[in-house]
Structure formats: C-alpha cells, structure tokens
C-alpha cells in the first residue's frame, strides 16, 4: 500500500518568503503525481500535474519537481501571498488510484 | 478539464436518517470516485463509480452504507445511510478522463450528524 508523508505538517511564513513543501512515498511505481490545494472544508483545486517522465512542472509562482526513483516530490511556491494560506496535498497515482499524504498547512501572515 | 458540480455544500442531518450527494460533470468522463475525509485526516477512496453498473468498493465500504449511482458519463450519486456522528466527514467527488491524465474534483460536501 502506498503511503505518503508531507514535511513539514504546518508551517507559517511572513507573506513575500518562499515556500517549499515536501512529499515523499513509498513505492516508486508510480505513473504520475498531482499537486492539489484544498481550503478549509472544501473540495480540491488542482495545482500542478507530473507525469512520471517529467522531472518537474511549472505553473506561475509555482513549481513542482518530481523524483520518481526515490520516491520524492517538492512544491516550490515563490514570493508567498496570504491568499496562498491553504492545505497543499500530494497525491502519486498508482495501481490504479491516488493516495494521499495529510497535506502540509499553509499560513502567510501579511 | 472537467468541472464537476458538487451539491450540498454541506448539512447537518439527524442521526438514523440518510442523505444524497450529487455530482455532475461538465463533460463525459471514463471514472468517477467517491472519497471521504475524516476530521484532520487524508482522503479515503470509499469506491468508484461505474457508469450503468454497480460501483466498486473498498475494504471497510460496503453498499448498503454507501450506495451510489451512476446513470451516465457525466452524473453519479453517493448515498450516505442510517447515519451515526461517525459518518460527519467531507465527501467528495472525483472524475478523470484518462487514468493519466489526472484528477478533478468537486468541491465537497460537509456532513454533520447530530
């Protein structure tokens, strides 16, 4: 069974700094990753898409890396805005489904 | 990609009684699931949903808990049954395309059963 941990858990940052949130699993077979959003309960806002052959994706302030052979991914989020406050998950996809970490919770204090 | 509408937004319901959650999708789509998240907790994949069969679920969900409907490529319907104050969750609703062309999801329904 794939199992996902986010570093770190919670953090909070002054709004401007840059963020960088961690994601690891366990198995490696994997096909690809997403990167999603979630705010305080709501549904899920897809961030961010890796296929497995990509090494990393880009998408405005954010950046996503993937390295699929050590079973890590890394969220870059650069010059932090409060509207940035959320719960960030990870998810790989594999056999057939996607697993998730508990997220890493995000706050920028303006 | 696909824009799934998700209703309620949430409710609060009586304990016993069962409640019905709708998605609709903007656009055809091969799969639709079902998850649940537990207060403080990652998502749980409760089943997928299969278009004009029964759905397929996952160890600890059964149907008679959880019974959902999908009629067409594009609508799906969760069921939550004879409900306890364990079952106050958000659930939420998923569809993809293609298996990797990655996942959409609705925006959540926040079930509180007194």
């Known amino acids: 069974k794939q199992e996902v941990t986010q570093i770190p858990a919670a953090l909070s940052v002054p709004e401007g700094e840059n963020l960088v949130l961690n994601c690891s699993f366990t198995?490696?077979?994997?096909?690809?990753l997403q990167w999603f959003r979630q705010d305080p309960g709501k549904g899920l806002t897809s961030l961010l898409l890796?296929?497995?052959?990509?090494r990393e994706q880009t998408s405005g302030r954010l950046n996503a890396s993937l390295d699929k052979s050590s079973g890590r991914s890394t969220l870059y989020i650069a010059a932090s805005q409060p509207g940035d406050s959320a719960t960030y998950l990870c998810?790989?996809?594999?056999?057939?489904?996607?697993?998730f970490g508990k997220g890493n919770q995000v706050v920028v204090i303006p | 990609s696909a824009v799934i509408s998700q209703k309620p937004s949430r409710d609060i319901c009586q304990r016993g009684t069962s409640l019905t959650i709708q998605c609709q999708v903007d656009?055809?789509?091969?799969?639709m699931f079902w998850y649940r998240q537990q207060p403080g907790q990652s998502l749980t994949l409760i089943a997928t949903a299969n278009q004009g069969s029964e759905a397929t679920y996952e160890s600890g969900f059964v149907i008679d808990k959880f019974p959902i409907s999908r009629p067409n490529l594009t609508f799906s319907t969760l069921t939550v049954s004879n409900m306890s104050p364990e079952d106050s969750s958000i659930y939420l609703c998923?569809?993809?395309?293609?298996?990797?062309?990655?996942?959409?999801f609705g925006s959540g329904t926040r079930l509180t059963v007194v």
């Open positions: 890796i296929q497995s052959s990509q």
């Open positions: 998810a790989p996809y594999g056999n057939n489904r996607l697993a």
């Open positions: 998923s569809a993809a395309e293609t298996r990797l062309g990655g996942y959409t």
């Open positions: 198995d490696s077979a994997i096909y690809n």
């Open positions: 656009s055809q789509v091969t799969m």
